[in-house]
């Protein structure tokens, strides 16, 4: 399923003003604001409801349910912020839950490329596989990795961390690129 070519030019400037300023925040703060993730889900759902009714309304509860059921998982490992996972959840009620999905996995894409990149560069290869060995042993045993291990918690300042608002903006730019694209062929 690609990634939906009908999303109108209202919701791609929403979408893109919702992660642009996120990322944003995020660089600089290194936080998303409540009010700007409150202010996202309140413009998904309202302009969803305008367009079309409660179908509408219903897809972006869904894209809302979709963004927060992708990302929660992760926050629970603390290898996501409460923020991040609100982002997502916001962009999910603009975009609905096929091309929230696809958001998530352009962002996971594009953002492990960005990862590799940053851990690369930092001289971090051989730690970061330590690190990869140490999530699955604990996992495995159903035990929470950041509680054996400080390096592991997005929290710590022990942590390589990547403002996760910038890499959900680099995914939206994927996802309209890609939309723009599709509809121009």
Known sequence: MPPNPQLPVVGQVLLTLLVLIAAGYDIR??????????????????WNSSTD??????????????????????????????????????????????????LFLLTAILGGLVA?????????????????????????????PWKSSEDLDVNSPKALRLPHGVLIAVGTTALIGMAQLHRGL
């Open 29 to 46: 703060f290194r936080r998303i604001p409540n009010w700007l993730v409150l202010a996202g889900l309140v413009l998904g759902l309202t």
């Open 116 to 144: 590799l990149i940053l851990i690369l560069l930092k001289g971090r290869a051989q730690k970061t596989l330590f690190n990869i060995t140490w999530i699955l042993h604990d996992l495995i045993r159903l035990r929470a």
């Open 53 to 102: 009714g409660m179908a509408g309304l219903g897809r972006a509860l869904a894209g809302l349910a979709t963004g927060f059921a992708l990302y929660f998982p992760l926050y629970l490992l603390r290898a996501r912020g409460a923020g991040d996972v609100k982002l997502l959840a916001a962009a999910g009620s603009i975009v609905g839950p096929g091309d929230c999905l696809w």
